[in-house]
C-alpha cells in the first residue's frame, strides 16, 4: 500500500492520529479530575491570592491605587518589582506543572498506563521544580511568550481581544522599520514555536535540561517542521468546529425543549437561565479540555516522529511515575471536600457575574453619551471642522477633541506635539506662531478630497459647539512648555457661555487641579490608561475616562458609588459598544459615531429579542417553532 504523499514509513496518517488523540482523551477519569481541580484552585484560590498580593506591594510601595502617572514609581519601587517577577515566575510554574503533568500523562497513556488526578500532579510538579536550575530559567519566557502560540486558537483570541493603547500603535504605524521589526519578532515568536515544540516532551520525559531540549525539539522535527504544523492546525481546528457544532445543538434543543415542556413565556425565562449556565459550565469544560487536547496531539506527533528516525522511546520504568494505591475512603473524602471548597470559592466569585448576566443574562438597555474622537474621524481628517460637522450629522452627543499652546500663547486643536504627521511640517507646537499655523492644512494626509482643510483654533471649536448645541471633551495636552494654559481655558469657556457644557479632560492631574483653582464650576476628567485601586476619590477629578480594555461592570459601580462618571475610549467594534452600553457607563468615546449613534440608540437591542423570545413561547406551535428556530440558525 503506498503512503500518503510527503509521508514517511513510522508517521501518523491524519485518520490514525485523530483517532488515537480521542481514544487517549475519552478514556482519563483521573484526567478530567486533575484539569478540573486544578482550574478551580486557579479560579477560587491563586487568582485572589495574587489580587491581594498585588494590593500588598500597590500599598507596600506608598500608593494606593495604580494610574497612568504612578506606575513608573510602581515598578521602581522594590514591591513592584518583586511582584512582577513573582507574578510571572508563578504562573511560568503553574503551566509548566500543567504541562509537564499532561505530557507525561499522555506519554503513559500511549503505552497502557492510566495515572490518577494525584500521579499527575506529582509528575508535573517534580518536572516543574527543574525550572529553578540555572540551566532552565530561560524556559521562563518560553513559557510565557511561546507556548501559547503552539494553541493556534488562542492565536485567534489574543487578536481578538489584546488591546495595545493607540500611543503604541501610533507610534509604530509612523515609523515604517519599526513597524517591520514587530513584524519580523511575531514572525520569529511563531517560529520558534513550531521549531521547539516538543521541547516540553524532551523535558518532562527524557529529563534534559531547556537547552538540551530546544535543541533536541529542532532536530526532531528536521525537514518535517510544515507537516507538524498542518497536523497541529487540522486537530485544533476539528476541536473549535466539533465544539461550536454541538455547542448550537446543544442551545438549539434547550431552546425547542423549553418550548414544548414549559408553558407560556416561563419557558423562555426558564430557557433563558438555563443559557447563562450553560455558557458558565461550557467555559470550565473548554478550560478543562484545551490544554490536554493541545498536549497529546503534541505527545502524538513526539512518539510519531521518534518513530521515523528510529530512535528508542523512554521505557515507562526509567521515568520513576508516582505509584498510587487504591484510594482510602477518607481520602476520597477529602478530595470531595477539597472540591466542595473550591467550587464554594469559585461561585463566590461566578454567581455574582452570572447574576449580573455576564454570561448571557439579558439585560435591561441604557443610553450613555456618544462621543465622537476627534470629531467623527473614520469620515473625516482628526480635530477638522470637517470632522465636527460631520460627527453632527451624525448626532453625536459630544465632541472630543485635543487643545494645544502655541509660541505665541494661541489655543489650536492638534493631538501630537508635533505637525509632521498631519500637516508633513516637522515643527513642534511650541516652536510655531498661530499665523505660521494659518499656513498649514491638515486634510491631505487623510485624503485629497479634504485638501486645504486648515488647522482649527479652540475658539473656531467653542463657537461651533455653542451654535449647534453640542457638548466638548476638551482634553489637555502638556509639552512642558505651557504658560497659563488651565486659566486661558478656563476665561475662554466662560466667555463662550460654555461652562455647563464643556468637560475638561487630561492624563496629567496637575492640569486638572489647575482647571479647578481657575474655575471650580468646571467639570474635569482623569485620562488613564491604566487603572487598578482606590482611585475614586482623586480630589480635583470629576470623572474618569478609562480605556476600554480596563473597564470593568465592578468599576462603573464603584465609580457610581462614589459619584463620579466614567467615559469609556476607544470602542468602535459593534459588540464592545453594546457591552459597554448593558454596563450603563456614562460615556462612550469612538471613532464611528455612525454606528454607535445606532446601536445605542436602538432601545431595540435587547428589547427586540426578548419579543422574538415570546413570539417564539407563546405564539406558535412547537413545529412551527422547530422549523423556524432552524430556519433562522442555517441561514445565519
Known sequence: MSLPKGKRPGELSVRTFFRENIRLLK?????????????????????????????????????????????????????????????????????????????????????????????????????????????????????????????????????????VPEVVTRYIQERWWLLLLVLAALFLLFFLSLRWVFSLCFFSIEGESFSQARRSSAELQKGRMPRVCGMLLLWQGALLAGGLLCYLVFLGAALLLSKAFVPGTMGMFFFIDLFQWCNLGLLLLGLCVAMPACSIAICQLYLSLKRVRKERAVPLRALSLPRG?????????????????????????????????????????????????????????????????????????????????????????????????????????????????????????????????????????LAFARENGLRLNVELKSTGREQGLEEQVAVLIREYGMTDSCVITSQQYRLLKGIKEADPDLVTGYILSVAYGAFYDLEYADLFSIRNDFVTESMVRSLHDNGKRLYVWTVNDDADIERFADMHVDGIITDNVDLARRLVDAPATNDKLLDAFERFFTGDSFSQSAKRFWKFMFRR
Not at 477519569?29 to 500588598?56: M, Q
Not at 515598578?75 to 504541562?99: K, Q, R, T
Not at 488526578?117 to 509528575?123: G, S
Open 325 to 461: 494505591r487504591a484510594l482510602e475512603s477518607r481520602v476520597k473524602w477529602g478530595i470531595g471536600l477539597t472540591l466542595l471548597a473550591l467550587s464554594v470559592l469559585n461561585v463566590g466569585y461566578i454567581f455574582p457575574s452570572v447574576s449580573r448576566g455576564d454570561f448571557g443574562m439579558l439585560e435591561g438597555f441604557s443610553t450613555p453619551l456618544v462621543i465622537a474622537h476627534r470629531g467623527d474621524s473614520k469620515g473625516a481628517p482628526e480635530n477638522t471642522m470637517a470632522a465636527f460637522r460631520l460627527a453632527l450629522e451624525n448626532d453625536a452627543d459630544m465632541i472630543e477633541l485635543d487643545v494645544q499652546q502655541l509660541a505665541d500663547g494661541s489655543l489650536i486643536l492638534l493631538h501630537d506635539s508635533s505637525f509632521r504627521r498631519t500637516a508633513g511640517v516637522s515643527r513642534n507646537v511650541w516652536e510655531v506662531t498661530l499665523p505660521e499655523v494659518q499656513e498649514m492644512e491638515v486634510g491631505s494626509w487623510y485624503s485629497a478630497d479634504y485638501a486645504g482643510e486648515p488647522v482649527p483654533t479652540f475658539e473656531e471649536a
Open 27 to 163: 478514556g482519563g477519569r483521573g484526567l478530567l479530575r486533575f484539569e478540573l481541580l486544578y482550574k478551580l484552585a486557579a479560579v477560587g484560590v491563586l487568582v485572589p491570592t495574587a489580587l491581594a498580593l498585588l494590593n500588598l506591594s500597590i500599598r507596600m510601595a506608598g500608593l494606593t491605587y495604580l494610574t497612568d502617572d504612578n506606575l513608573g514609581r510602581y515598578f521602581s519601587h522594590p514591591a513592584g518589582i518583586l511582584f512582577a517577577v513573582g507574578l510571572c515566575v508563578g504562573w511560568g510554574l503553574y503551566n509548566l506543572v500543567e504541562l509537564s503533568g499532561l505530557t507525561l500523562y499522555f506519554y503513559a497513556a500511549g503505552q497502557g498506563r492510566r495515572m490518577a488526578a494525584r500521579q499527575i500532579f506529582t509528575a508535573g510538579f517534580r518536572c516543574a521544580v527543574r525550572l529553578f536550575r540555572p540551566r532552565n530559567l530561560w524556559m521562563l519566557p518560553f513559557l510565557l511568550a511561546v507556548v501559547p502560540l503552539t494553541i493556534f486558537p488562542l492565536i485567534l483570541v489574543y487578536a481578538a481581544t489584546v488591546q
